[in-house]
């Protein structure tokens, strides 16, 4: 069979990575069978990518593309396929309607095979308003005052799953801007029933085999208050809906400080963990690359997903990973690969916690201890245990030096043009 480039710049660099590697496990003395079984543990984690993150994002105030965007579903799909041959760490793909409606959905699903992915969740949008929409979402959409509307939005989402089904997706995420910018705007009881009524209807249009994640958020677009502010909010509105209707915990969505490792421990002991977007925050949603601002807090919500899967105790369904982050600055390809590789870091670097000695620990009340066994954890260097679960996977030792050395944001500038847009934020 031919060598492709990726193999032989792999062959090139391996002889190093190699060394790495006996260096690192000799540090963290780890016996043979501790060690493969944390590289089958890193290559298993996938993360899906959502279709809207592939171009530039931007504020309010500018957008700053660099070229070679994909303008259209194919193309994303192509970027996707890209990043995982590289990474071996995203098999799928999320969908946002109606950004991202795909035409031929057959077709469609041949193209994801060819690229090795498949559909994650599909996502409705009733946080704006489109073109020859009948009603307007200004002041609402599942929470609206008027029938119609709710009804106009209640319909979309069903559309959504419709679209979904096409495609083999098993999972709708709703995540509403509804909420109030001033005192008195909103009856809070009210816009809170008549959303977990709305909820309830969409619910029962699901196929049986689907689930429902409910996303959170404390502010933005809506300043003065949200419908769905906190996990505690999408926590009672899943258990209003039923069984299948889970919790969804965005890293940015939540309040300068919040300990969001205690919101995800809570969630797997109420079994209503159901999916995750990662990004990066230093005060709110700024969608920046995950793991940049805080890397410590997200190896300590590694590790309380780590213990949940250990806990036979723990009766949670599986959690639906996804990447939500906007690049205004990185090239967008790089800074997914970016969050993909520091999300496996933390993940590796929750496997090496010793559980047994801190679970001692904790009993014994040793407080000094229990906190060095994570700190213990969190500084071991896990790179080269990374760069193997890549190798063994097919994809690259360095996927970004590999995705720049082989001018790949080039060739798509030159084969999309420099003014492409993606369709998103
Ligand atoms: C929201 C939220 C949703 C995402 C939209 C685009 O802040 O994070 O998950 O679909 O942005
Ligand atoms: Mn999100
Ligand atoms: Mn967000």
Redesign the pocket.
């Known amino acids: 069979m031919k060598t492709s480039v990726l193999e032989v710049i792999n062959e090139r660099d391996v002889a190093r990575h190699q060394q790495q590697l006996e260096h690192v496990k000799n540090l963290l003395e780890l016996n043979e069978n501790a060690f493969e079984s944390i590289i089958r543990k890193i290559q298993a984690l996938q993360v899906a990518v959502p279709s809207?993150a592939l171009g530039t994002g931007g504020t309010r105030f500018g957008r700053f593309p660099a070229g070679g965007e994909p303008s259209n579903l194919e193309e994303k799909i192509e970027d996707v396929g890209l990043i995982h041959h590289l990474t071996q760490a995203t098999n799928s793909i999320s969908l946002?309607i109606p950004w991202d409606i795909p035409k031929d959905a057959v077709a469609i699903q041949q193209l994801l095979r060819t690229n090795g992915l498949t559909i994650d969740s599909v996502?409705s949008n009733t946080f704006q308003d489109q073109k020859d929409q009948k009603y307007s979402y200004k002041f609402g959409s599942l929470c609206h005052t008027d029938d119609a509307v709710r009804k106009q939005a209640i319909d979309h989402n069903i559309e959504v799953v419709e679209h979904g089904v096409k495609l083999n997706s098993k999972v709708l995420?709703v995540?509403l801007s509804d909420g109030s910018n001033f005192p008195g705007q909103h009856h809070f009881r009210r816009a809170f029933a008549r959303t977990l009524d709305s909820l309830q209807k969409i619910y029962k249009a699901m196929p049986s085999d689907w689930t429902m994640l409910i996303?959170y958020?404390p502010y933005e677009p809506n300043f003065y208050s949200m419908v769905i502010p906190d996990w505690g909010t999408s926590l009672q509105l899943s258990n209003g809906c039923g069984d299948r209707a889970h919790v969804l915990v965005?890293l940015g969505?939540h309040l300068p400080n919040t300990n969001i490792e205690q919101i995800v421990a809570r969630l797997l002991h109420f079994g209503r963990l159901g999916g995750f977007?990662f990004n990066g925050s230093q005060y709110g949603?700024d969608d920046l690359t995950t793991g940049a601002i805080k890397p410590y807090q997200l190896f300590l919500i590694f590790h309380e997903l780590v213990t949940g899967a250990n806990d036979a105790a723990v009766k949670n369904p599986g959690v639906a990973y996804m990447i939500?982050a906007s690049h205004n600055l990185k090239d967008p390809i790089e800074d997914l690969m970016n969050s993909l590789e520091n999300i496996r870091t933390a993940y590796a670097k929750a496997l090496l916690v010793d559980f047994s000695s801190l679970e001692k620990g904790q009993q014994d009340n040793d407080v000094t201890r229990c906190e060095q066994i994570l700190q213990n954890a969190f500084l071991a260097d896990v790179r080269p245990l990374l760069a193997e679960s890549r190798l063994r996977s097919g994809g690259s030792l360095d996927p970004i030096s590999f995705f720049r050395s082989q001018q790949i944001r080039e060739g798509l500038i030159k084969r999309r043009g420099k003014t492409s847009i993606a369709t998103g934020?």
Do not use: P
């Open positions: 809207w946002h996502n995420t995540w996303e958020k965005d969505h977007h949603d939500d934020l």
